[in-house]
C-alpha cells in the first residue's frame, strides 16, 4: 500500500482522458453470443484508498445505474488486508450492488491483483465477461507475472479498463502494461477529476455493451464531459 498524502492532487489532463478514450475505442469490441453482458467491477480496498472510499462508492453508483439500463450484470470483487479476497454473486440491481460495497471496508495490507487476475479467468473461461473494471493506487506484486496474467485475460476477450487513483510512478507503470497487454485502456485520476472518472465508467459501461457506435451514442444523449472528450476522438 502508498501513502497518498504527500502526493499533489491534480486533475487529469485532456490529453490523459482523450488518450483513454482512444484506447477505449482502439479495444476490440466483445462478441455477445445473445446472453447477458457481464463486467467484473474490482477495488483495492487496502488501508491507502480509506480516505476517498466513501466518495469512490458516490462515483461507482453511476456506473451501477447505466449497467442496469444496459442491461450488463456486474460482479463486485475487492481485496484487502493480508489475504482477503471476495467476490460477490452476479448481480443487476445498483441498490444490491451498494450494499456490497457499503459492506467493504478498508484494511492495511498489500496488494492482491495477481490473485484477481487468477479469479477473472477462471470466470471468463465458464461464461465470457465483456470487461474487467479495476480501480486501484498501487502494485506491490511482481510486474511481468500481472502482465502475463493481465495478456491471458485479454486473449479471452476481456480487456481490462484501469483506473490509476494518485501520481504513484511505479503503479502507473505496471498499470500501463497490464492494459496494454489485455487490449484495455489506462486512466488516472485525484480526488479533484471525480466527474472525470463519472463519466469514464460509464463510458466504459456503454462501450462494453456495444463497443464504439454505443459509446458515441451515449456521448451525443449524454452530452457535457463526455460528449466534449468524445468528439475529441474525431473519426477513424
Known amino acids: 500500500m502508498s501513502d497518498k498524502s504527500s502526493l499533489p492532487q491534480r486533475t487529469s489532463s485532456n490529453q490523459e482522458i482523450e488518450a483513454f478514450l482512444e484506447q477505449v475505442q482502439k479495444s476490440p469490441a466483445v462478441i455477445n453470443t445473445g446472453g ?50 471476495a467476490a460477490s454473486e ?56 500481472l502482465c502475463q496474467l493481465a495478456g491471458q485475460v485479454g486473449l479471452l476477450g476481456t480487456p481490462i479498463f484501469i483506473f490509476h487513483e494518485g501520481r504513484d510512478i511505479t503503479a502507473a507503470q505496471a498499470f500501463r502494461q497490464m492494459a496494454k497487454v489485455s487490449n484495455g485502456a489506462y486512466c488516472r485520476f485525484d480526488s479533484s477529476s471525480v466527474a472525470q472518472l463519472r463519466a469514464l465508467l460509464s463510458a466504459v459501461a456503454v462501450y462494453a455493451a456495444g463497443g464504439r457506435q454505443a459509446l458515441e451514442h451515449f456521448a451525443d444523449q449524454a452530452g457535457g464531459e463526455v460528449k466534449r472528450l468524445s468528439q475529441q476522438l474525431g473519426h477513424k
Not at 54 to 83: K, P, T, V
Not at 121 to 143: N, S, W, Y
Open 90 to 145: 452476479w448481480m443487476n440491481s445498483p441498490d444490491a450492488l451498494l450494499s456490497q460495497m457499503r459492506n467493504v471496508h478498508c484494511i492495511g495490507g498489500h496488494t492482491q491483483i495477481a490473485r484477481l487476475l487468477q479469479h477473472v479467468l477462471r470466470e471468463v473461461r465458464q461464461q465470457p465477461v465483456q470487461a474487467l473494471v479495476f480501480v486501484g493506487d498501487c502494485v506491490e506484486e511482481p510486474v511481468d507475472f
Open 36 to 85: 447477458q453482458g457481464r463486467l467484473i467491477f474490482s477495488l483495492d480496498a487496502t488501508a491507502s484508498r480509506e480516505r476517498t472510499w466513501d466518495q469512490a462508492c458516490q462515483i461507482q453508483n453511476q456506473m451501477f445505474l447505466e449497467c442496469q439500463s444496459l442491461g450488463i450484470s456486474i460482479q463486485l470483487c475487492h481485496y484487502a488486508g493480508f489475504d482477503h479476497f
